[in-house]
């Protein structure tokens, strides 16, 4: 771009000065890489499947009939070659992933998981930037506090979920595992969700803080998404618990209340503390290889991690 001439008054007047104006570069998005993160659901050393049974579980070796399996991850982080945490910005698809939120859900409706859908969800998908290579994965189990305790029938997907959600004023199920058992066959639960949660003069006052949030932070250093899954192990999630009784004052399972003994064990094995202090290593998630069959290295597109 090039000024007008002037003529300066220091200067003979046979003498112009020419102004030339350069323009900064404009500043470009940095580069980024689809990344797409793989969830499977396993019994022992089993697949998970609704319809299915398995045997041997929990302390009494009870054998399990699922019912339901979905959960709710948030700030999904990536290690660089540093250790620094870069998040997976997750794409927007409108039913299974919202801002830094996804839901996991392995059941489909089959057997006796008929109160699920019939659509599953296993990957959150998003991109990184591509400057950087990445081992070690980090996300957090949950909804966020500021999107937990809202009113669903005004939420996108997937927060408006009722079959997710308790009242307002608790919010949503973090994670939602039913099953039947030999000692109960008509159902155990696990309903992770925050507790303690204040104000709650009401079912729908919206609370400030919750004494329990109740999301376990998830680290696995040595996650490689170029090849790695993230397994979920049911098994391992109930080989401390009494599966065929429940207290009688708690007849449905664990439903993340601190003063229910059958949530020690569940809570312990996912590296949380029911009652305080400090928790244990959780021992449910782990990463292993991904089957070539499903596996979807750092680079797949959205479109083709949308493929069944």
């Not at 990344?35 to 009494?60: L, P």
């Not at 009113?151 to 199920?173: F, Q």
Request: glycine share 8%; net charge negative.
């Amino acid at each position: 771009m090039f000024f007008h001439r002037h003529r300066l008054s220091v200067f003979p007047p046979f003498i112009a000065v020419l102004l030339i104006c350069l323009e900064a570069p404009a500043q470009t998005a940095p580069a980024t890489q689809s990344a797409a993160i793989h969830f499977k659901a396993v019994v022992g050393k089993e697949d998970f499947a609704c319809g299915r049974s398995y045997s041997g579980i929990g302390t009494t070796k009870s054998t399990i009939q699922p019912k339901d399996f979905r959960l709710y991850i948030h700030n999904v982080r990536l290690l660089d070659e540093t250790g620094k945490e870069v998040p997976l910005q997750l794409d927007q698809d409108g039913t299974w992933q919202l801002d830094d939120l996804a839901l996991i859900d392995f059941e489909d409706a089959r057997g006796a998981c008929g109160n699920g859908t019939p659509e599953i969800n296993t990957v959150a998908v998003g991109v990184v930037p591509s400057e950087h290579q990445y081992h070690g994965l980090k996300f957090t189990v949950g909804v966020p506090f500021e999107k937990n305790h809202t009113d669903l029938t005004k939420m996108p997907s997937p927060l408006n979920l009722t079959s997710m959600a308790w009242v307002w004023n608790a919010g949503r199920k973090f994670i939602r595992i039913e099953f039947a058992s030999t000692g109960r066959p008509r159902g155990n639960v696990l309903h992770l969700g925050s507790t303690g949660c204040t104000p709650n003069t009401t079912k729908t006052t919206v609370p400030t803080s919750c004494v329990n949030p109740n999301r376990p932070e998830i680290s696995l250093p040595d996650f490689d998404p170029a090849k790695d899954q993230v397994v979920l192990d049911l098994a391992a999630l109930l080989q401390d618990s009494d599966v065929d009784n429940t207290p009688k004052e708690f007849a449905s399972g664990c439903m993340s209340s601190v003063n229910n003994p059958d949530c020690e064990p569940l809570f312990s094995n996912l590296g949380l503390a029911l009652k305080g202090g400090d928790p244990h290593a959780q021992t449910v998630f782990r990463s292993k290889p991904a089957d070539l069959t499903a596996a979807l290295p750092l680079g797949t597109s959205r479109q083709e991690a949308s493929k069944p």
